[in-house]
């Protein structure tokens, strides 16, 4: 019974992952698809500090729709950072909300195809752990 209970916890969690992978890819392709495209400058790069392992650097950039000038911080950080100070960045621009920006680079793609890879191999280790159990091959 107990290995049961792990196989769908491992298959619920891996649901999950699936589903928050593909709805960022959704989101992402609705955005590359309906927002403005916008090359922006990085002015500087934000410390963070989500763990003991040292900080991530979010890059704060500046960039200009319709004659307005934006300056923001990146939701996304690395460690070491992605952009220096004068880099170039790739933005995507909320047409209604010329203030609204989202970074569009390697890292967009990477973060949404992991979480969707991470989630199907759950959800396939969850299912084969109850395949295992039901069928007697595993204790």
Known sequence: MGLYVLALGIVSVGVLLTYLGLNRIAITRRRLSTWIRVEGTVIGLVARYPSSRGPLYAPTYRYAVLGTEHTTTADTAASPPDYAVGDAIRLVVN??????????DRNTALESCGLLALGLGAAWLGLLLGWLRATGRAG
């Open 95 to 104: 047409p209604a909300k010329t203030g609204e920006s989202v970074v569009i």
